[in-house]
């Protein structure tokens, strides 16, 4: 089964990449994904403030700066996982770091 993993975080508080990089929690948990192969895909996003948020109303495509919901916490990247069932997922899910101080919110990939 597979799963999309979204990282939710308050971004004013969120650590820089070598900061993450550095963070022995954070390399544990990477390490058990590829030592297990339930990883297939991952990748944080930028801030916020460099997104785009794009709608259609009534024909007329409508731009905006930054994200679509007004919120403290942000989707601050992803990960695509290939495991057993959702209690593995939960399992992996509970493993992140960012589960500590965020979110991580799992979904059931269509294939």
Avoid: Q
Avoid at 9 to 26: C, G, K, L, M, V
Avoid at 51 to 56: E, L, N, S
Avoid at 83 to 104: F, N
């Amino acid at each position: 089964m597979k799963y999309g993993l979204l990282i939710c975080d308050d971004e004013s508080a969120s650590p820089s990449n070598e900061e993450i990089a550095a963070d022995p929690a954070h390399r544990a948990w990477l390490a058990d994904l590829e030592r297990t192969g339930a990883k297939l895909l991952g990748v944080r996003l930028r801030p916020v403030a460099e997104a785009t948020t794009v709608r259609v109303r009534d024909g007329e495509t409508l731009v905006s700066d930054g994200p679509f919901a007004e919120t403290k916490d942000f989707v601050g990247g992803f990960m695509v996982i290939e495991c057993a069932g959702l209690d593995e997922a939960v399992r992996i899910a509970a493993g992140h770091p960012y589960a500590r101080r965020g979110s991580v919110e799992i979904r059931p990939l269509w294939e």
